[in-house]
C-alpha cells in the first residue's frame, strides 16, 4: 500500500515549456486534489476531483488544467509555464475528514 | 467557508506542554475542525479532528468550547521532533471537505 504516490519529484522548466504532473493513490478514495506551496506560505488548492470523471476548480486554478484519468489518478498540467509558477506541489486524496499527501514535486520555471 | 486565524509563530522547550489556538468565528453547524502537521520538505500529515467539546488521541488533544468559534490544539510534553508548521482547518465533513483553506499555519520550535 503505497498511499498517494507523485511524480516528478524535482522538475526544472524554461519559462514557456509544458509539463504533467502525476499523483496516483491506491485507497481507492473518491476525493482527490492539487495544491501549491510557495515558500513560506500555506498551502493553496488549484483544483479539487471529488470523483472519477469531476473536476472543479480551487482558489489558484489560472494556468493550470487537470485531469481525473480514472479513481487512482489525477493529472495537473501545465500548458505554458511561468516563473510564477515555481512552486511545491502536492497531491492529496481524502477519505471521511482526513486527507492523505504525496511526498510533493518541486517545480522551478527560470 | 469558515476563515482560520492563528499566530504565525510560538517557541517552545521540550518537556513542556503546547496549546495552540485558532480562531474561526463564523463556523457553520455542520464544520468540523482538522489539524494537520507539516515537516519541512513533506505533506501535511493529519493529527486530530472534533466536532465540539475535548477529543484526544495519542498525538494530542483538541479543546473546542461551546461555542465553536475557536479551538485549542494541546500537544503534551514536546519534543524536538514536534518542531513543525501545524494547520487548523475548518470544513463541511457532509461535502468532503471540497474546498479545504490550509491558511499559513502556525510555526512550532523547539528548543532543547
Known amino acids: 500500500n503505497a498511499g498517494v504516490t507523485q511524480t516528478p519529484k524535482f522538475q526544472v522548466l524554461k519559462t514557456g515549456q509544458s509539463m504533467t504532473l502525476q499523483c496516483a493513490q491506491d485507497?481507492?478514495?473518491?476525493?482527490m486534489y492539487w495544491y501549491r506551496q510557495d515558500p513560506g506560505m500555506g498551502l493553496r488548492l488549484i483544483y479539487y476531483?471529488?470523483?472519477?470523471?469531476?473536476?472543479d476548480k480551487g482558489e489558484v486554478p489560472n494556468g493550470y488544467n487537470v485531469s481525473r484519468l480514472n479513481k487512482r489518478e489525477f493529472s495537473l498540467r501545465l500548458e505554458s509555464a511561468a516563473p510564477s509558477q515555481t512552486s511545491v506541489y502536492f497531491c492529496?486524496?481524502?477519505?471521511?475528514?482526513?486527507?492523505?499527501f504525496g511526498p510533493g514535486t518541486r517545480l522551478t520555471v527560470t | 467557508l469558515a476563515k482560520t486565524t492563528q499566530p504565525i509563530s510560538m517557541d517552545s522547550y521540550e518537556g513542556q506542554e503546547v496549546n495552540i489556538t485558532c480562531s474561526h468565528n463564523?463556523?457553520?453547524?455542520?464544520?468540523?475542525i482538522t489539524w494537520y502537521q507539516q515537516f519541512p520538505s513533506q505533506g501535511p500529515r493529519f493529527i486530530i479532528q472534533?466536532?465540539?467539546t475535548k477529543v484526544t488521541n495519542e498525538v494530542a488533544s483538541l479543546f473546542i468550547p461551546a461555542d465553536r468559534k475557536s479551538s485549542t490544539l494541546s500537544l503534551p510534553r514536546v519534543s524536538l521532533s514536534d518542531t513543525a508548521v501545524y494547520y487548523c482547518?475548518?470544513?463541511?465533513?457532509?461535502?468532503?471537505?471540497?474546498?479545504?483553506?490550509f491558511g499559513t499555519g502556525t510555526r512550532l520550535l523547539v528548543s532543547p
Open positions: 492529496a486524496s481524502l477519505k471521511g475528514y482526513e486527507q492523505y
Open positions: 485507497m481507492n478514495h473518491n476525493s
Open positions: 476531483s471529488a470523483s472519477e470523471g469531476t473536476t
Open positions: 463564523n463556523i457553520a453547524t455542520n464544520d468540523y
Open positions: 472534533g466536532y465540539k
Open positions: 482547518l475548518v470544513g463541511d465533513m457532509n461535502t468532503g471537505f471540497q474546498k479545504l483553506v
